[in-house]
Nanobody, 130 residues
Framework: QVQLLESGGGLVQAGGSLRLSCSVS????????MAWFRQAPGKVREGVSC????????AYVDSVKGRFTISRDNAKDTLYLQMNSLKPEDTAMYYC???????????????????????WGQGTQVTVSS
């Protein structure tokens, strides 16, 4: 059973930074592609970033490009999301996800996320004040 535990969320002013972490247990972390999703109140969940098994291929939603950086440490079974220049519109619950059956990020990881099998964490709240 794959278990994911996010941490690092909190309240920050616009322009500030946060680093989210996701600790993974119960599986071979290094075999999974990993992703961060977020869901704001009243909005649908959206994919934020994805990283392949080795960490040398990443993808981002346009709205966070240049501000967020996804990374992973396979030796520590941990996924990260460094978030800089935060904006109020980044306010959301952030979820860590392990993409079952894939060690890379398929082209549909955002557009057809519901058709893929993800293992999910419980989420960590990020609130950006203006």
């Amino acid at each position: 059973q794959v278990q994911l535990l996010e941490s690092g969320g909190g309240l920050v002013q616009a322009g500030g930074s946060l680093r989210l972490s996701c600790s993974v247990s119960g599986s071979t972390f290094g075999t999974y592609a990993m992703a961060w999703f977020r869901q704001a109140p009243g909005k649908v969940r959206e994919g934020v970033s994805c990283i392949n098994w080795s960490g040398d291929s990443t993808a981002y939603v346009d709205s966070v490009k240049g501000r967020f950086t996804i990374s992973r440490d396979n030796a520590k079974d941990t996924l990260y999301l460094q978030m800089n220049s935060l904006k109020p519109e980044d306010t959301a619950m952030y979820y860590c996800a392990a993409l079952a059956h894939y060690n890379y990020c398929p082209p549909t990881w955002r557009s057809q996320a519901d058709t893929l099998l993800f293992h999910w964490g419980q989420g960590t709240q990020v609130t950006v004040s203006s």
